[in-house]
């Protein structure tokens, strides 16, 4: 006896109409009829991309615009892959990707930069050309340099910041904590606060503690007046000491991705110092030029090219001066 023919459920012929109805939406958007090959599609993904990608104007609005715009071409993009990709007679050939790779094309797509100035873009497509009004308006970034130089810490200028990656136990006891301990006795004690009120130390870990500067650690011997920004990097320090509650310095990999985070942190803190200087000068100072010791590489251990690349990579585009001094042997 024949099978009775297959009738779709009305749930089911919603669930078909509402997809066509997305995908007729997602065509539209790319500009597209349908029935278009899967290569013919990624040309004219690409085609679009290049359009909104590359330098942008500096304005706010402009780089929203775009923004938006890739965001929707990406989302009509994503909307009709996964049927094209069924639809497409070599899919069989396609053997290496993950359903993730298929559903959000990222095997398709290779990153141009991590700049917000630009997009995600194909390969083979070169960027939009700049029109002569955005080349005249166009906010150039500045590039980024870390001076790297022999001397003393303490010979840092009037108004800089010094930076040092520090433990979360409130502990400054070993190389350039310790001579800072000496040198700011007043920012010490506001770091050491800092962490006595945290329940749980591991809570500041990736964090920055940026400590404008004290009257009471320059005033005292006329010295220059410095910023401390103190990077939490590790939870504890040296050696596990249960006495102590000190669970010991992190594992290497463990202090880079802290780095990072605080690194970013301080960034951020930095930027709005000088942002609220700009607004209301007689009210306060921005920070200057930033002096640092090759942290991360004393008591922590590791290796200061490490974490070097890391500060290159969170200060990239930095206009300021970035010196890492090394003391004299």
């Given at each position: 006896m024949p099978s009775p023919p297959y009738h779709q459920s009305p749930h089911s012929q919603r669930e078909d109409h509402a997809e066509d109805e997305v995908y007729a939406q997602c065509l539209y958007v790319l500009g597209l009829k349908g029935g278009e090959s899967l290569t013919e599609v990624d040309a004219r993904y690409f085609?679009?991309?290049?359009?909104?990608?590359?330098?942008?104007?500096?304005?706010?609005?402009?780089?929203?615009?775009?923004?938006?715009?890739?965001?929707?071409?990406?989302?009509?993009?994503?909307?009709?892959?996964?049927?094209?990709?069924?639809?497409?007679?070599?899919?069989?050939?396609?053997?290496?990707?993950?359903?993730?790779?298929?559903?959000?094309?990222?095997?398709?797509?290779?990153?141009?930069?991590?700049?917000?100035?630009?997009?995600?873009?194909?390969?083979d497509v070169p960027p939009r050309p700049l029109k002569p009004s955005e080349k005249e308006g166009l906010k150039r970034v500045p590039v980024f340099h870390i001076n790297e130089i022999r001397g003393n810490l303490l010979d840092a200028p009037d108004g800089a910041v010094i930076v040092h990656a520090v433990n979360c136990m409130g502990v400054w006891g070993y190389g350039v904590a310790r001579q800072l301990k000496s040198e700011f006795p007043t920012a010490f004690n506001i770091y050491r606060s800092h962490c006595r009120m945290e329940d749980r130390p591991d809570h500041l870990v990736g964090e920055c503690l940026l400590i404008p500067p004290q009257k009471e650690d320059y005033e005292k011997g006329n010295k220059p007046r410095r910023w401390i920004a103190c990077l939490f990097t590790s939870v504890g320090y040296g050696k596990r000491n249960a006495r102590l509650n000190n669970p010991g310095k992190c594992e290497p990999q463990f202090i880079i991705y802290h780095t990072q985070a605080a690194l970013e942190d301080f960034r951020v803190q930095y930027d709005e110092y000088v942002r609220a200087a700009s607004i209301s000068p007689e009210e306060s100072e921005p920070p200057g030029d930033i002096w640092s010791c090759k942290f991360n590489s004393g008591a922590f251990g590791l290796d200061w090219e490490a974490t070097k690349a890391i500060v290159e990579d969170e200060f990239y585009g930095f206009g300021g001066s970035f010196s890492v001094v090394e003391r004299n042997s």
């Open positions: 085609e679009l991309i290049s359009m909104w990608s590359g330098p942008r104007l500096p304005t706010d609005d402009g780089l929203t615009e775009a923004q938006d715009q890739i965001r929707v071409i990406d989302a009509a993009y994503e909307g009709i892959l996964p049927r094209l990709m069924q639809m497409d007679p070599n899919k069989d050939k396609v053997d290496e990707c993950s359903m993730k790779n298929v559903e959000t094309a990222q095997d398709r797509i290779v990153p141009s930069s991590q700049d917000q100035n630009t997009f995600w873009i194909h390969a």
